[in-house]
């Protein structure tokens, strides 16, 4: 760009100031680091090179440099910076925006000089003696803080060292442990395995005759049923057309979902599967099913369908669990209070899934009972049998062999989960010094208005109501997720329970220095992301420049 | 507002309700589903049975008065055409005995339209013809017909096609049982087709009973446009600027409703419902005010409209082998009241505009900071969320002047109340706030909780300010508190009472500076029918809910406007949002799009729908910035306020559910992006303060379609991705993810275009190609134009009050530019007394002068003049002298750039209110 100055008649405005201590003259808002690229005896040229003025026209309230250098201290320049000496307190840079804009953002006042009312009435007074006061104190009461807390670190990494060290001695004991454990397996598996084949054999002549006996059960059941239900038919068939029509329903206070007191016609229809009315046949086979469980569970004999043996139609036709589930939920809904109803409403949808932490283990326990179940079923379906003294000796041995190969495979088991979680707890990531690790095992709560929320470090963080109900996943361990210079400073807990309609449940942790372990505040700063700030002596890690860090005042 | 799910026992009986994004539409009634609909799209083009009977003719100073007859039926109708001060017409036509007395707007106009005298020019047996002033109106008796002319040239024909309807109010007859094999012995009584729809005496939708005891009451007309190619207006809707035919699908539907998760591109019923339609041509530019206030259905059909029979036809007509397309059609059907219709004779855009503007009103010049950036959410939650954010824009040094609060602040959806575990020191929040020179928007809605102890609750039960039910009963609903009921604004009473809740003393925790959001104003109820309220409630004086639905939101308000005036003594101007408007709301409040989607396309849908909103008569239209529902990525969101700073209302929000997204929770170059966006806006703020005076004035629209300044100009008519602000800006902002280019169309055959960023010119007429990296905005300043700015960027408007002013002079190829600037003290009504500044600019390269429009007027600003930047000019002048009163005669500095043809003035330091000249040797 081509510029041409021509004379200037504007005059100037007061640009100079006298800082208050000392005898430097510098225009207004410049730091005294800056103060010799503004010499009044020059033209002034732009930081950037890009202009040469003359000084006049430095903070002249008119913005000439394209990188705002010529206006620091006027609001001329949309990106200059405004420096505030701030005499007994801290020095501060602010955007030059904030200049004479009617709030007081110096405490030394000197950001707004135009003489006119600020926002909230009056002028601008400099109260950097008592903010600069309190801020020492508080400075000096963080850093004895952060002294104090920095032992009781130190103290938590040499825990830490010493619980490792136990760790690993106790880790070479159980590999030693697990080899002996897995030979004593298979000695016991070839045992068992050759036991069985013999019973198996002796066993074949009475397997027929089990079989003839569970189909004369199953028939009876079914017939139980059935009478059952034609029973009820009877009973709700108040006018005897040997039809059951939504009027009758209607009468059955026992229909009455949503417990309203009345029973509509819409929650009659449902039980009817839709129909205006019903014969005998339909009802027994598709309406009884669908109101045995309210029915049950208004007179008090209620068994949760999933629990009833051989509920078969249930099963069989999904709709119709669908539905029933539906109006389960709808049931639970009913009772709360309307304006928390869209909050509860997740409860019911809420992911089955566990998350994956857990799966290992249940599926360990899932087959131990599998493998009871099926003892259980063997003892009672022989137990009516009478066998000769030698297949009746085969089975024992067979029972006693299989006994003692689970005795070892859970002796095995119970080593090698041992030496996993130490693996894993040696694994984990416990800080620079391990001083987090004794946190782990530890949970903390905090409650608010509605919850109690508690953080097991380095497990999983949960939320339970007040007024009752089950905990709410809000994650589980996930990973440091601190700046990368401060990597220990947030931990990150993932993977909770799903909300309802949005996505999985996620929780941060902010750490801070504190002398004890303390959960300070939770919030839910977005939907199902929570944020958890978290006192602990763990986080109060000294650099060796933090005491000096503190404070500093210019001049 | 918006929720996923509303409703937790409506949804009981739904077994399965799914939630995926999109609107349910089984809550809408279709055309077919809607009885008045259904009987009125059946009816046969040509086959009128209404007739004049022309002896029966009366005159009155300003109007004249004749009967109509159905001769089907033999009922007689009184039709009355007035003539209006502005040269048009008004038509109305009433039943002449009606058993029930019909409804008639209330509210909607700015007050009894002013009138001139009508002169009959010529009677014959056939017709009879009026004039006012040059415009004329021929009415045809039979079949009846009315022909309407601005000078010679034929504007529009009423009933044209004969669709006149008007369903006359009836006893209801028990149909005696005619024995089989017998004839009737009484001659049937006068019936119509009205009387054979299932649905004349009652109607049922879903689980929803209508009663409709007093019969079929429907009122229809066509209106035809010879000279029109395209229809605009009837807002709102989420489609096209240009109205399509509706050949194929349903009408365009007016019918106050909340529709959860709106659909684009359909006619379907939206929270507003403005009945004013702008027919438009190359030659001539009319409109339609359908006064009637109840359900409302509109078919468009003819003219240039797409749909493949006009378009062949169109296309057969210019190559020589066909019939000229039809004319364009608009036709009108409401549920009840009476036919009321304002017809506007142009002949141009900006005359139907002004002279709608007489007859609604305009929007009263808004507070200056309600222009600038509104940060909003569903919601903020407690008083630390609220500091925590307000410091998030100091610390990212990007400017505010609103931060809003949604339903979550009360005291469990009681509006008036706090909730005081979250908000205990609200006052002094509020304060903390006005410190900073910021406001803060608060909501309340109409629903009332239906809560023992709940003061507003047991006010009106025991005084009877609710809506009434079919039976005379409390009408009750559910909303946002659980049951609730709604206050029926209809009743005076019961806006002196609202009005009055709105009071300091009051609604505690409210200061002068806390001003109001009317939201869930249609009025929305979750388990209504289509979400409303039922139509056979009742209001104040007996009304149907049937007669008066869409003018619901605006008595609400209206009592809320009334309540803030009087809060300050009728000193400050109030702020209001509403999302349910109607003819006249914009004399009170300011109008958003209601709850759009983070998607690019509600992006591009919101131009179009704040255009149509705009040509509707409200000026102060904004779409959710961000998109309320989903979560937008980094780009959707820096590009969705790129758009936001240059419509008129200009608010980020978001749903409940949705990431927080205030303008720094994504990454540091997404910061910045927004930054800029919203400095834009505050840069531009002297503008947008100017051009809502104006409107004020002249009643004009802000924001413009292109077609609209450049009528003649055929190419523009269907251009709805880019607009115009006033004459001064067009912009065309990017509303498609990826693009590295826009290609924007200039409009003008002699204009120039400059770009606001770069400062130089861009384009003369014609389509150019323009860069659009990130940070780009495409804004163009037309050459010939003057805009005022304020370049330093300060934390919100009112601290940017006594900061300099930039003119931003665009010249035009004849080196001529002007503008103009207006100022007050952006809050109090003092303007109204001669408290302002009103300066107009003239450039023409040898001088430049600042001219006070009203120089009985003043306002003792403390602004100056900070710099004057030329855009288009050939050669450095050689010298520049200013001289003004107080400054006396200077020389001033400046720069030329021979490069961008830029010459920018320094600091010529003039007190803006002051009238000075510059002269260039």
Known sequence: MQTRHLFITLSCLVSLQRASSVEILRPRGVSVTKTSLYDPEKNFTCFDGSLTIPFVQVNDDFCDCPDSSDEPGTAACPNGLFHCTNAGHQPMDLPSSRVNDGICDCCDATDEFDGQEKLGGGHCTNTCQEMGRAARELAQRLAEMQKRGAEVRKEMARKAAELKAGKSSRLGQLRKDQEEAEALKAEKEAIKKQAEELETAALAVYREAEELEKERRAQLSKEENEKEA?????????????????????????????????????????????????????????????????????????????????????????????????????????????????????????????????????????????????????????????????????IDDAANARHEFEEADRALRDVEREIRQIEE???????????????????????????????????????????????????????????????????????????????????????????????KAVSEPNRCEYKFEFETPAACHISEDASSKGIHDEL | MRKLCYIPVVAIWIAIFSVVGGVDRNNFKTCDQSSFCRRYRAMKKGESPYQLLLNTLKEGESDLQVSLINIKNVVHFNLKLTALENFDFRLEIDEAQPIKQRYRVDYALKGEPATRKLVVTERTSESITVTNGHNKAVLHASPFKIDLYNGKTLMMSLNAQGLLKFEHYRQKTEKPAVPEGEEAVEPPAPVDEAEADIGAWEENYKSHHDAKPHGPSAVGLDFSFPNADYAYGIPEHADSLALKATTATDPYRLYNLDVFEYELNNGMALYGSIPFLIAHGVEATAGVLWLNAAETWVDIEGGAHKGSNVVSSIVNFVSGSGTPPPPLEARFVSESGMIDAFLFLGPNPETVSKNYAEISGVTPLPP???????????????????????????????????????????????????????????????????????????????????????????????????????????????????????????????????????????????????????????????????????????????????????????????????????????????????????????????????????????????????????????????????????????????????????????????HIDTKRREPWAYDPETTSLVRSAVRRRYEYLPLWYTLFRHHEVDGLPIMRPIWYNYPKDKSAFTIEDEFMLGKELLVHPVTKSGLTEVSVYFPGEKDLWYDIDELELFSGHGTKTVQTPKEKIPVYQRGGTIIPKKMRIRRSSALAKDDPYTLQIALNADGLASGSLYLDDGETYEYQKGQYVSLVYHYDGTTMVSQLVDKEASFASKSWLERIIVMGVRKAPGRIVLKSQSVGEQEIEFAFNPNKHLLVIRKPAVPIAEEWKLFFH
Request: net charge negative; glycine share 8%; hydrophobic share 30%.
């Open chain 1, 425 to 519: 707890s040696l694994d984990k990531d416990y800080g620079i010094d391990g001083e987090f690790a004794a946190l782990e095992g530890e949970c903390f709560e905090y409650t608010d208005r509605e919850y109690t929320y508690k953080l097991c470090p380095f497990d999983q963080v949960t939320q339970r109501p007040k007024n009752g109900g089950g905990d709410t996943r809000l994650g589980t361990w996930g990973h440091w997720a601190g700046s990368e210079s401060d990597r220990y400073s947030n931990m990150m807990y993932t993977n909770g329970q799903s909300c309802w309609n949005g996505p999985q449940r996620s929780t941060k942790v902010e750490l801070s220095c504190g002398t004890e372990n303390l959960l």
């Open chain 1, 230 to 394: 034609k029973s009820m038919f009877e009973l709700f068939d108040a006018d005897k057309d040997g039809r059951i029509s939504i009027p009758e329903l209607m009468t059955k206070q026992e229909f009455d979902q949503n417990r309203d007191g009345q029973v509509t016609n819409e929650e009659a229809r449902f039980f009817l599967n839709q129909n205006e009315e019903v014969g005998e046949e339909a009802f027994i086979t598709e309406c009884w099913p669908r109101m045995k469980p309210f029915y049950m569970m208004s007179t008090g004999k209620y068994i949760p369908p999933g629990e009833e043996p051989n509920t078969n139609e249930e099963t069989e036709d999904p709709e119709n669990f669908e539905a029933a589930q539906d109006d389960d939920n709808n049931l639970a809904e009913q009772t709360e209070e309307p304006v928390d109803a869209v909050e509860t409403e997740e409860n019911p949808e809420e992911d089955v899934d566990d998350g994956e932490h857990e799966d290992e283990e249940e599926g360990d326990q899932d087959k131990e009972e599998e493998d009871s179940d099926h003892e259980k079923e063997g003892e009672k379906s022989f137990s009516e049998v009478q066998y000769d003294a030698e297949t009746q000796r085969l």
């Open chain 2, 368 to 654: 200056l900071f309600s222009l600038g950036y509104h940060q909003c959410r569903w919601n903020y939650n407690d008083e630390d969320d609220v500091k925590s954010v307000d410091a998030g824009f100091d610390q990212h040094d990007i400017p505010y002047d609103v931060i809003w609060l949604d339903i979550e602040y009360t005291e469990g959806k009681k509006y008036f109340t706090w909730d005081k575990i979250k908000f205990p020191h609200a006052d002094d929040m509020m304060k903390n706030l006005s410190l900073k020179g910021h406001h803060m928007v608060v909501i309340i809605d109409p629903h009332i909780k239906r809560e023992g102890g709940y003061y507003v609750h047991e006010d009106a039960t025991s005084n009877g300010l609710y809506v009434k039910n079919k039976d005379g009963n409390d009408y009750e609903g559910w909303c946002w508190p659980g049951s609730s009921s709604y206050l029926d604004f209809f009743n005076p009473v019961v806006r002196d009472y609202y009005a009055s809740k709105y009071s300091l003393d009051n609604f505690w925790g409210t200061t002068l500076d806390t001003h109001i959001w009317n939201d869930m104003n249609e009025p929305s109820v979750f388990n209504g029918p289509e979400v409303t309220m039922p139509k056979d409630c009742v209001h104040y004086g007996g009304w149907e809910h049937r007669d008066v639905h869409n003018l619901y939101g605006l008595t609400h308000i209206m009592s809320t406007f009334d309540g803030l005036l009087k809060r300050s003594q009728g000193k400050l101007r109030p702020f209001i949002l509403t999302r349910s408007v109607f003819i006249g709301s914009q004399r009170y409040a300011a109008v958003w799009t209601g709850d759009n989607m983070a998607e690019w396309e509600h992006l591009q849908a919101s131009i179009p729908m704040c255009l149509s909103i705009s040509l509707a008569g409200m000026p102060f239209c904004g779409a959710d910035i961000g998109g309320f529902f989903k979560n937008p990525d980094s780009e959707l969101f820096y590009r969705w306020y790129q758009i936001g700073a240059f419509l008129p209302f200009m608010r980020a929000h978001s």
